[in-house]
């Protein structure tokens, strides 16, 4: 150990300089308190030992303060103990033992052993606290800050030099103050933990903290605030990319709807109307040449024209199923199921809730969409036999089933984003307010449940929170 004695005795002095010699500790002695604090300056004192008459015109308080700043412990040398009374509270505090006079050498070495094992100890305490990210405030049932620990004292709200005595409503600005008061009370009275977040407007923007805090003896409580500034900003960042991005999705729905729509009337209306007037002049050839080379041509012509035209009319289907706008989703889920079993050779059973009503023409081309990419899925990659498809109603929103007896989604493809069926089916239903949820296994094929509500509306979901989606993979 390393000691400073401030004490003119010079019975005093014999004593500590036999104890050093005994105990190899290092002793330094100064002839007044600017001389002390100089050497605590260069040198890494451990312990002083302080007289309370060391000096005449430096008060014993100040003496002792300046002492415990230097990262010194401080051992007062009393000739009574009644002198400790006489010392002011903040002084007392900082006092770390004391000893009396005439000095008993055994006593003052076992005293300043406990002495440096308490200084070891808060020594890794604070070791401890300056590792952690967080801010530590000790604050008392008043609100007066008693202790801190800043890690980076620049990201102190007020310089550190104010904040010991001061008290939470004179540095904080009174709404978070009066937040934090709040929160101290409750710890104080119940002992169970507290949280409390808020922020502080600094010239840069405003600063984000999370505060934790814990009921410590004698009406204290200890603080840990952390400055959770860098997370809220990328949380914000994150939110505004989900949004862009679904902003954009929709956008390229909505275009694509749009074009397809455009596609579809062009194909029903002009290429099919048009082959509809070459059918009937193939038809008028027919009949109006002779059994022979040029007849069986018309004839021919007339089936291809046929063919041709049950193929428009499919791919207009396809794209926009006039049943949606006219007749409704059950119509064209039900046309939809009807053709994939022809096409398929699959059996393919429909059924619907008898009081479907009041579906968005959003929600219904969302919900027709993911039927149609789960059944051209089915038929494509589940070997299924059968498929089911339902429609069925919920309180305010309506849930679409299509279930197939195949080999299940493998694993891989469920997560892998390059799933863009499955993705497509997700990100419809969550443009209108849905979700998608599909259950899958290898034995027993896969369900895919979409449910959306009636009419369209935009989840406000942080970006932390898992979207509405489920996948089982039992
Ligand atoms: N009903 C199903 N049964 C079995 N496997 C399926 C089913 N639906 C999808 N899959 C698997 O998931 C993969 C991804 O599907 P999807 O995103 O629609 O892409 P794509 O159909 O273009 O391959 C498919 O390639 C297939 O391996
Ligand atoms: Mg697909």
Redesign the pocket.
């Given at each position: 150990m390393e000691l400073l004695l401030l004490d003119r005795d010079p019975d005093v002095r014999q004593r500590v300089e036999e104890l050093c010699r005994e105990r190899s500790h290092g002793l330094y002695q100064a002839a007044d308190v600017d001389q002390a604090l100089a050497r605590l300056q260069t040198q890494d004192i451990d312990a002083v030992l302080l007289a309370p008459g060391f000096s005449d015109t430096i008060p014993l308080g100040a003496t002792i303060a300046a002492c415990s700043a230097r990262e010194a412990s401080v051992v007062l040398l009393l000739d009574q103990v009644a002198r400790l009374g006489r010392l002011d509270s903040r002084s007392q505090e900082l006092i770390d033992d004391f000893v009396l006079v005439p000095v008993d050498v055994e006593l003052l070495g076992a005293r300043l052993e406990l002495v440096a094992r308490r200084r070891r100890s808060e020594s890794v305490r604070r070791a401890t606290l300056r590792a952690l990210p967080d801010m530590m405030f000790r604050i008392d049932e008043n609100g007066t800050y008693i202790d801190f620990q800043a890690p980076e004292q620049e990201h102190l709200y007020v310089s550190a030099d104010r904040i010991i005595g001061a008290n939470i409503t004179s540095l904080l600005p009174k709404p978070q103050a009066h937040q934090c008061m709040n929160v101290i009370r409750q710890v104080l009275a119940t002992g169970e933990p507290g949280f409390t977040e808020y922020h502080l407007v600094e010239p840069e923007g405003n600063r984000y903290y999370e505060a934790r805090m814990v009921r410590a003896d004698d009406g204290e409580v200890v603080a840990l605030v952390r400055d959770v500034t860098h997370r809220r900003r990328a949380e914000d960042e994150i939110r505004a990319a989900v949004q862009a991005k679904q902003a954009f999705a929709s956008r390229v729905l909505s275009i694509q709807e749009a074009e397809r729509q455009h596609l579809s009337r062009e194909l029903h209306d002009s290429i099919g109307q048009l082959l509809l007037v070459h059918r009937m002049d193939a038809e008028w050839l027919v009949s109006h040449t002779d059994e022979g080379i040029a007849h069986d041509a018309a004839e021919r012509l007339c089936s291809a024209i046929d063919d041709t035209l049950h193929l428009v009319r499919n791919l207009a289907m396809d794209l926009r199923p006039p049943a949606i706008d006219d007749l409704g989703l059950e119509s064209a889920l039900e046309t939809l199921c009807v053709d994939l079993a022809r096409r398929s050779g699959l059996r393919c059973a429909f059924k619907s809730d008898p009081n479907l009503n009041g579906l968005s023409s959003d929600a219904g081309v969302c919900l027709y969409r993911i039927a149609q990419?789960?059944l051209?899925?089915?038929v494509?990659?589940?070997r299924?036999r059968t498929l089911k498809v339902s429609l069925f109603q919920e309180r305010e929103a309506v849930t679409l089933s299509v279930i197939?007896d195949?080999?299940?989604?493998?694993p891989a493809?469920?997560t892998?984003a390059a799933?863009?069926?499955?993705?497509?089916m997700r990100e419809r239903a969550e443009l209108v307010g849905g979700c998608v949820t599909i259950q899958?296994s290898p034995g027993t094929?896969?369900t895919?449940r979409a449910t959306v509500p009636h009419r369209p509306h935009r989840l406000s979901r942080s970006p932390h929170q898992a979207p509405p989606r489920r996948e089982e993979n039992t």
């Open positions: 990419e789960a051209t899925n089915a494509r990659h589940a299924a197939d195949g080999v299940g989604i493998p493809q469920l892998d799933s863009f069926g499955l993705v497509g899958t094929g896969t895919i």
